[in-house]
T-cell receptor
Framework: DTGVSQNPRHKITKRGQNVTFRCDPISEHNRLYWYRQTLGQGPEFLTYFQNEAQLEKSRLLSDRFSAERPKGSFSTLEIQRTEQGDSAMYLC??????????FGDGTRLSIL | AQSVAQPEDQVNVAEGNPLTVKCTYSVSGNPYLFWYVQYPNRGLQFLLKYITGDNLVKGSYGFEAEFNKSQTSFHLKKPSALVSDSALYFCAVRDMNQAGTALIFGKGTTLSVSS
């Protein structure tokens, strides 16, 4: 069990730029989740995949956000035309069906 | 609407003393409850879960939690705190009667254990 891996760990970008984050889940896990965590708050759900199918999206996921899991393994989360309010920690988690979710260490996004 | 409340932003306890971190929940159906711990600049680590059955759930690192349906609570406990337990603790819930699988987290409670 190598754990959930997220890259990069930290991303600094200028407002208006596009950014992409990658998540590699635990290999046998069929479910993958993205959450966003801001300072002083708990993680907030963004979206969820079962295998390659995106089955659930939060209303927090505006049209500037898109997530993919093309082969049911790794996933990417892209934010287009970043805004100051996008600054947060983006967490990825994976699970095998309804088993507890295991989280990666996150990607911290800072918008200049 | 489903929600989780952690009424204390911070809990302070001396090493060796028992600790309790409080959590209350609100769901429309049967709850599926979790506790996670987060260390600085790290992701969340799973501690324990409640699905059904015994109201006292034992988890990792000597932690346990007590489910109380009448009080809609799921408090985290440990008989003897360690300095290394100092971290940010999150309670989370999933409504088993809903189709979604997303976890709803509380705002977190910072536990500080002094030596």
């Amino acid at each position: 069990d190598t754990g959930v891996s997220q890259n990069p760990r930290h991303k600094i970008t200028k407002r208006g730029q596009n950014v992409t984050f990658r998540c590699d889940p635990i290999s046998e896990h069929n479910r993958l989740y993205w959450y966003r965590q801001t300072l002083g708050q708990g993680p907030e759900f963004l979206t969820y995949f079962q295998n390659e199918a995106q089955l659930e999206k939060s209303r927090l996921l505006s049209d500037r956000f898109s997530a993919e899991r093309p082969k049911g393994s790794f996933s990417t989360l892209e934010i287009q035309r970043t805004e100051q309010g996008d600054s947060a920690m983006y967490l990825c988690a994976s699970s095998q069906y309804n088993q507890p979710q295991h989280f990666g260490d996150g990607t911290r996004l800072s918008i200049l | 609407a489903q929600s989780v409340a952690q009424p204390e932003d911070q809990v302070n306890v001396a090493e060796g003393n028992p600790l309790t971190v409080k959590c209350t929940y609100s769901v429309s159906g049967n709850p599926y409850l979790f506790w996670y711990v987060q260390y600085p600049n790290r992701g969340l680590q799973f501690l324990l879960k409640y699905i059904t059955g015994d109201n006292l759930v034992k988890g990792s690192y000597g932690f346990e939690a007590e489910f109380n349906k009448s009080q809609t609570s799921f408090h985290l406990k440990k008989p003897s705190a360690l300095v290394s337990d100092s971290a940010l603790y999150f309670c989370a819930v999933r409504d088993m009667n809903q189709a979604g699988t997303a976890l709803i987290f509380g705002k977190g409670t910072t536990l500080s254990v002094s030596s």
